[in-house]
């Protein structure tokens, strides 16, 4: 397992922005599959973006596809969420994972953070 810290969430308004970052320390970021998911008040953990090794391949939930962009800087040991037109439903503690093979099921990733808090107001 892997140390991970996430920052970046906030309060911001429907149709606005915000970039996370999640830096990954005792380890090293290209030998993990780096992801994204969230998690609503009263509701399960659920996917939102997954981007492969070397940053070649990503895949993100529908529900954010066009809107959120997942990226990483393996030289900097960070990954980012790049999320635009935020809705209210996108209301959630964000949290990074690292994983050795990704997928949407949450039970398959082994390191999380600690999750950081974003609020759409409308």
């Known amino acids: 397992q892997v140390h991970l810290e996430e920052s970046g969430g906030g309060l911001v308004q429907v149709g606005g922005s915000l970039r996370l970052s999640c830096v990954l320390s005792?380890?090293?970021?290209?030998?993990?599959?780096m992801g994204w998911f969230r998690q609503a008040p009263g509701l399960e953990r659920e996917f939102v973006s997954v981007?492969?090794?070397?940053?070649?391949?990503?895949f993100s939930a529908e529900s954010v596809r066009g809107r959120f962009t997942i990226s990483r800087d393996n030289a900097k040991n960070t990954l980012y969420l790049q999320m635009d037109n935020l809705k209210p439903e996108d209301t959630a503690v964000y949290y990074c994972?690292?994983?050795?093979?990704?997928?949407?099921?949450?039970?398959?990733?082994?390191?999380w953070g600690q999750g950081t808090q974003v609020t759409v107001s409308s």
């Open positions: 005792g380890g090293t970021m290209y030998n993990h599959v």
């Open positions: 981007i492969s090794k070397i940053g070649g391949t990503s």
């Open positions: 994972a690292a994983s050795e093979r990704g997928g949407s099921d949450p039970r398959g990733w082994h390191s």
